[in-house]
């Protein structure tokens, strides 16, 4: 592991079951830490933001590793696309809710269970429709909005609502420290089925301790939840001054889903798992308009707490999340009674409650395909309670960071032969790149293939079975061996007037390996591709500095992904590791000519595999 991510070996997701020891610095509750000293400040409306009087930030440098994690520190996380129903603002609370709600619900927590695969739960409510059950959830939360804003409600929780705020806080800093970003600008959290703001104090006492600048956007389905939100939101800016940041709330009132994607995304699309199943890089991302412009990849973090079970497509929610963030920022899904109780709440009213919060397989389907890296799930917690004595609590944390990169669909296989192509990608770019020879097979198996920038590993083939005087192969250098490679698939549209006649493969090998690096060129010979990754769509630049400039970008990322689960793992599949074995230096050759079982001959020929399936082959599968 080159690039200092943390991964286990069988599993692309570190799933930790962490005891975690928070010290709490107070043991007031939600209501008297409102009226704690803050700026003067006007609360936002719907459509307008106001912040409080700035004052000068504290240094943020020693605190900002005070809740210290491996997935806080070394991760990269993605995020991602689709439409989602929910809002289960602050706790899923049935209608029996009583003194002893939060212990019943902590004894539920702990009772044991072993997750299956066949718990996986994603997609979409049977027997409503969407809207149905948007209406269905608006209109129960209005009705136990005077619950969700009393003290009885989070008086038991007080403890974990302050742990996720400080965690998700410090998470969402690291993570832009992590990716180079500037740790003293203002950082946007959208608070997705925010309810009546049950973490909006914890937020802040967070920011004030690391000296950094928040702005907070509730959303949420309910306007009564709304309306409460505003006015809590306002007192915790109001007060005589204090030694806070400054910070701003605003608020909208909506869908989460047709916020961030679309309304139209809803009607466009009928058949979502068709949809899906039919894309070979996403699912279905939205459409950028008017309307859903100033929430697309404005966020640090977008948090759900107490809240994913309730959306009527968790695998479209996951989508809408990962447009709506920056890169590096996070995506979290939290609960403060942790996973067994909301699968408790999906037995009693599947209705309200229509999945279970993704188990570490659930979570690792949900963001494989997504530009998202997954961190941690944490599911229990030892914190002060409100009487200062440690207790440990079930919670419910998961949590990824959006990356430059995602995986495919599929793994895309082809083989051929090297052609000379144009001659302008080292001579005019520095860039040299290897073209596939065209051929019915490749332009067959490249019409369904988006333009655009795609990565993975290459093999240029060498079967000559030279012999030196020891009696071992001589190897040409750089062949027979693994290369990175970083590929556009198009027509080269930046050079004007002498594009591509037809949509080509190039491939440029990034040769990181010094004694195993290609000299010279290799045109003639022949070249195994397995294309696993997607950075981004093919366009025109206005100049070619601009096009080196994002082809150096895109070899980076390139790089850095494939020191990444799962594409380093897909290095061993077999198409690629067939001309790369040896026995005592000796090429392994059992005469067999790979053809694709997709199309083409042993000259030319692909195939398209389910990257799920491809990845049940390696070692992590």
């Known amino acids: 592991n080159n690039n200092n991510y943390y991964y286990p070996l069988l599993s692309f997701i570190s799933i930790i079951r962490v005891k975690a020891f928070i010290p709490s610095s107070s043991s007031s509750n939600v209501v008297n830490y409102i009226s704690r000293s803050r700026s003067r400040s006007t609360i936002l409306t719907k459509t307008t933001t106001t912040t409080t009087t700035p004052t000068s930030p504290s240094s943020s440098s020693s605190l900002l590793f005070g809740i210290h994690h491996p997935s806080v520190s070394n991760g990269i996380i993605n995020s991602h696309n689709f439409q989602n129903r929910r809002v289960l603002p602050l706790l899923a609370i049935t209608d029996n809710v009583g003194d002893t709600a939060s212990e019943d619900a902590e004894s539920a927590g702990r009772e044991a269970y072993v997750p299956t695969n066949d718990d996986s739960d994603l997609t979409m409510v049977e027997g409503m429709t969407e809207e149905e059950h948007l209406e269905y959830q608006r209109r129960v939360?209005?009705?136990?909005?005077d619950f969700f804003n009393s003290v009885e409600a989070v008086e038991k929780v007080v403890p974990i609502l302050r742990h996720l705020g400080e965690r998700i806080v410090r998470q969402m800093v690291q993570s832009r420290v992590d990716g180079g970003g500037a740790t003293e600008e203002e950082y946007k959290i959208l608070d997705v089925a925010c309810g009546t703001g049950a973490l909006f104090p914890y937020y802040l006492q967070a920011a004030?301790?690391?000296?950094?600048?928040?702005s907070i956007v509730g959303l949420d389905l309910s306007p009564k939840m709304i309306s409460m939100a505003e006015t809590n939101a306002e007192k915790l800016l109001f007060g005589p001054p204090g030694d806070g940041t400054t910070h701003s709330f605003q608020f909208v009132l909506g869908d989460?889903?047709?916020?961030?994607?679309?309304?139209g995304y809803e009607t466009d699309y009928k058949d979502k798992d068709s949809m899906r199943a039919g894309c070979l890089?996403?699912?279905g991302d939205g459409v950028e308009d008017e309307l859903t412009k100033d929430h697309r990849g404005v966020y640090d973090a977008v948090v759900f707490n107490a809240c994913f079970g309730n959306f009527y497509d968790q695998?479209?929610?996951?989508?809408?999340?990962?447009?709506?963030l920056k890169p590096n920022g996070i995506f979290t899904i939290s609960h403060p009674l942790g996973a067994n109780f909301v699968r408790q709440l999906n037995a009693e009213d599947p209705n309200m409650v229509p999945h279970h919060l993704p188990t570490d397989f659930d979570f690792r389907r949900l963001t494989r395909t997504q530009p998202l890296h997954a961190y941690d799930i944490i599911e229990e917690v030892d914190l002060h309670d409100c009487d200062e004595n440690v207790q440990?609590?079930?919670?419910y944390y998961a949590s990824a960071s959006r990356v430059p990169h995602r995986p495919t669909r599929d793994v895309m296989r082809f083989r051929g032969v090297v052609d000379r192509g144009y001659g302008r990608g080292g001579k005019k770019l520095g860039f040299p790149t290897a073209n596939l020879q065209s051929s019915p097979s490749i332009r067959t198996a490249l019409k369904d293939v988006p333009m655009g920038v795609y990565f993975g590993w290459a093999v240029i083939e060498d079967s000559s079975h030279e012999r030196g005087s020891s009696g071992a192969d001589i190897r040409k250098v750089g062949r027979n061996v693994w290369h990175k490679a970083v590929v556009n698939v198009g027509f080269s549209p930046t050079f004007d007037g002498e594009e591509n006649r037809e949509k080509i493969i190039e491939a440029h090998l990034i040769l990181d390996d010094v004694e195993n690096d290609i000299k010279g060129d290799f045109y003639d010979e022949t070249m195994r591709l397995a294309l696993s990754g997607f950075l981004?769509?093919?366009?025109?630049?206005?100049?070619?500095?601009?096009?080196?400039?994002?082809?150096?970008i895109d070899v980076s990322n390139a790089r850095d992904a494939l020191g990444m689960q799962p594409f380093l793992a897909l290095r061993s599949d077999a198409f690629l590791a067939e001309p790369c074995k040896r026995i005592d230096n000796r090429m392994v050759d059992d005469g067999d000519v790979w053809v694709g079982t997709s199309?083409?001959?042993?000259?030319?020929?692909y195939e398209f595999q389910y990257l799920e399936d491809a990845i049940a082959d390696t070692l992590i599968g």
Do not use: H
Request: aromatic residues 12%.
């Open 141 to 145: 939360f209005d009705e136990k909005a």
């Open 208 to 214: 004030d301790e690391l000296g950094i600048r928040l």
């Open 256 to 263: 989460f889903v047709q916020t961030i994607l679309g309304v």
């Open 281 to 283: 890089i996403d699912s």
């Open 315 to 324: 695998v479209a929610t996951t989508t809408a999340a990962c447009q709506s």
């Open 392 to 395: 440990s609590y079930p919670l």
């Open 536 to 552: 981004r769509y093919e366009q025109k630049f206005p100049s070619f500095p601009e096009l080196v400039q994002a082809i150096n």
């Open 599 to 605: 199309g083409g001959d042993e000259y030319s020929s």
